[in-house]
């Protein structure tokens, strides 16, 4: 099958969950013998390589704002891949699935595949009109392709009772973790095994990072010190467009030296932190199903997430789920667990396994591989359809 992806910033993944998701399915596919293309944005690789480990990496040119990256990145991509007679376009996200009714029209016999990853409309960082048209983006990612699928059976639920769309459930997955005693992190950020609290993720709102940030001031000053003494919170991202958001979390933890800010890691120093860490936290409000969990999940780490539905599909233990949004309560999960440290133990191992049986990629890109071939191809003629489905009045 010759396949495009479009709507990531590109690969290799360096930041974003919907990145690092393609660059795992797009080597995979084409390992197995298929011509895969990644569309990519030059200001996100930072590279013009022609490929990356046997898939083609096409680059676009995007206006570079919040607001204007995805939409115009999508619509360059989407404007070259018109004449190249793929026999599969999947997009990613219901931002760019807003333009999938073009290659509908002007490609009919190209099946379109859209991946719902989560419910960006809530973001705090979007204004009225961006979320405006997320929910529009939410509509074509349900109506435009020949088949829609979602991350998370929280995700599987809301389309058919919001869009009655019957969608195909595929999670996300991770790699079994792998020891990495080479890297020299924990030196350099000086740290100590153990004696660490992580989180992983970009620096923006509904992360709540600033949650876990207040959590962990409130733990230092309230709490017992023989709990506390000498543990830190390690968070590892950085901004994307968010550059006050950013600063407000570095004034929230000036003055406290136990806080590091760790930046953007990858490769062996990411999985030295994830390895080395006593406990992972993800305060985030909105998801779809984060890779940043399962990869914890997957080093054998206990995790302590916000009570969303998206969470609750990967924590089965309610005693590691915080009310969401509520930093006092995150300071209570966090010592409750200090004091539990065997329990934790075993709830990490419990993780492990649940990680590797149920989110491994192999299984996920077999579960592709079938929807490609059975996805069934409807052609759409005209362009009354966009009108139709997305329910907006034609004038």
């Known amino acids: 099958m010759k396949i495009a992806f479009i709507g990531q910033k590109g690969i290799p993944a360096t930041f974003g969950g919907v990145e690092r998701h393609v660059e795992e399915l797009a080597t995979r596919l084409a390992k197995d013998g298929h011509d895969v293309n990644v569309y990519c944005r030059k200001w996100y690789t930072q590279s013009l390589a022609p490929d990356y480990q046997g898939v083609n990496l096409l680059y676009t040119k995007s206006v570079q704002t919040k607001n204007l990256d995805a939409i115009t990145g999508t619509f360059t991509a989407t404007l070259d891949a018109l004449p190249r007679g793929f026999d599969i376009i999947h997009y990613h996200g219901v931002g760019p699935a807003l333009l999938s009714f073009i290659p509908r029209i002007f490609s009919p016999q190209t099946k379109i595949i859209v991946t719902f990853h989560c419910q960006d409309r809530l973001h705090g960082k979007w204004g009225l009109l961006a979320r405006l048209m997320l929910s529009l983006g939410e509509r074509a990612a349900c109506y435009f392709p020949h088949q829609t699928i979602v991350v998370s059976q929280t995700l599987k639920d809301y389309v058919k009772a919001k869009y009655n769309c019957e969608a195909q459930y595929v999670p996300n997955g991770v790699n079994l973790s792998q020891t990495n005693s080479q890297s020299t992190i924990l030196k350099r950020l000086a740290l100590q095994k153990n004696q660490y609290i992580l989180s992983v993720s970009r620096l923006i709102s509904h992360k709540s990072i600033h949650q876990l940030v207040e959590a962990f001031k409130f733990l230092k000053q309230e709490n017992s010190p023989e709990l506390t003494n000498g543990l ?43 390895e080395n860490a006593k406990l992972f936290v993800h305060p985030s409000v909105s ?57 934790a133990k075993q709830i990490g191992e419990d993780n492990k396994k649940l990680a590797v049986k149920e989110y491994n990629w192999e299984g996920i890109v077999k579960k592709i591989k079938e929807i490609y071939k059975g996805a069934e191809l409807e052609i759409v003629y005209t362009p009354q359809f966009t009108v139709k489905k997305l329910g907006v009045k034609a004038y």
Not at 232 to 260: C, F, P
């Open 287 to 343: 998801e779809g199903l984060p890779l940043v969990v399962l990869e914890a999940m997957s080093y054998g780490l206990p995790v302590l997430a916000s009570d969303i539905l998206e969470h609750q599909e990967l924590i089965k233990d309610k005693r590691f789920l915080f009310e969401v949004g509520q930093a006092k309560d995150l300071q209570r999960a966090i010592f409750w667990i200090l004091n539990n440290s065997d329990l």
């Open 232 to 274: 830190k919170l390690v968070i590892v991202g950085e901004g994307v467009h968010t550059d006050k958001y950013v600063q407000t979390l570095k004034d929230l933890a000036v003055g406290n030296s136990d806080i590091v800010f760790a930046g953007w890691q990858g490769g062996a120093d990411l999985a030295s932190l994830y």
